[in-house]
């Protein structure tokens, strides 16, 4: 499906917490287009600064609407965050791949950190609406209860959350890839081999859930973050390192990903690209 460009109205928005936000959008045609694990290029002003639009996952996209979950980082967010209900916005989308979903699978463990869980609440919801059977596990870190609670929010009812804190506020106390380690390595029931195993979040935390579904034969899929210019797969300003048989290859991350195989993924060489959109800003 090409992407397409729609103004569409906010219908509804939301401060979760101070500096995170959820906008409900109007937008029938890119709600039904949508798959969780794409995203959308948000414009976010119409005068010529800040030049670049933003790129957001969709958070969910049903009955017409489409919801993006954001924190408030910049000059781009912070206009964000002004708008209002009523007002039409300009975004481009559905953009990238999406995350690779097989009926036959028995569970889906969801890994997040901060911000990260915005395309897993999206995947969640449709893993538990397409009443597969699949059992959804959410494991969401940040750096205190008053982050996670953003999950409040949403209607999780048919997924097990499990939480992790940097302060010990709430649920485990530490990293939440060492609590999903913990879980996969004691008596949990973990499901190797064809459970899905779906991360977002920093880059080093996706560097370490890779690790442990490496070391546990179990594929997992990473969304990546980049600074994106284009959105579309013509700057290059995105690049991903992949593995290749002979060294190694940078994949644009808006048009082959954002979504990942993470053993795909050259580690080694992710610092490496030098981020062109980044200076465009
Ligand atoms: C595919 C994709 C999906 C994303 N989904 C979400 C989402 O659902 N919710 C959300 O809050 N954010 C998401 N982001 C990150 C979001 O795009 C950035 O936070 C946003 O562009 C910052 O814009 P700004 O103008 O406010 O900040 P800027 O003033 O441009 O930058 C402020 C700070 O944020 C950093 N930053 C800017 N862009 C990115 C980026 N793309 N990745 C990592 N760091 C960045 C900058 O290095 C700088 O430190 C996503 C990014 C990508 C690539
Ligand atoms: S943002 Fe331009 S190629 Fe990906």
Redesign the pocket.
């Known amino acids: 499906v090409h992407p397409e460009i729609f103004q569409s109205p906010i219908t509804e928005k939301e401060e979760l917490l101070p500096g995170f936000f959820y906008l409900t959008i109007e937008s029938p045609v890119l709600a039904k287009r949508s798959v969780p694990g794409q995203?959308v290029m948000v414009q976010v002003t119409n005068a010529k600064d800040?030049l670049l639009r933003?790129?957001?996952?969709l958070?969910s996209a049903a009955d017409g609407k489409v919801g993006?979950?954001?924190?408030?980082?910049?000059?781009?967010?912070?206009i964000m965050s002004g708008w209002e209900p009523g007002e039409s916005i300009n975004i481009m989308g559905p953009l990238?791949n999406g995350f690779g979903v097989h009926q036959s699978c028995p569970a889906a463990y969801l890994v997040a950190g901060g911000?990260g869980i915005?395309p897993l609440l999206f995947l969640s919801t449709f893993l538990v609406s397409a009443d597969s059977g699949i059992a959804v596990k959410i494991f969401m870190g940040g750096r205190s209860a008053g982050e996670v609670s953003l999950l409040s929010r949403f209607d999780l009812s048919a997924c097990d959350v499990f939480f992790a804190t940097d302060d010990g506020s709430k649920g485990f106390h530490g990293l939440v890839t060492d609590l999903f380690d913990d879980y996969v390595t004691t008596d949990h029931g973990f499901l190797r081999g064809n459970s899905i195993i779906a991360g977002c979040g920093p880059l080093p935390m996706l560097q370490t859930l890779s690790r442990i579904a490496s070391r546990e034969e179990s594929a997992c899929q990473l969304s990546l973050?980049?600074?994106?210019a284009c959105g579309v797969g013509a700057c290059l300003g995105c690049v991903t390192a992949t593995k290749q048989e002979n060294g190694f290859s940078y994949k644009r991350?808006c048009v082959e990903g954002?979504v990942f195989s993470g053993s795909d993924i050259d580690w080694d060489h992710m610092q490496l690209p030098v981020c062109r959109s980044?200076a465009l800003?």
């Open positions: 995203f800040p933003r790129p957001f996952s958070c993006i979950l954001f924190q408030v980082k910049g000059r781009g967010t912070a990238g911000i915005a973050e980049a600074h994106m991350t954002p980044a800003r």
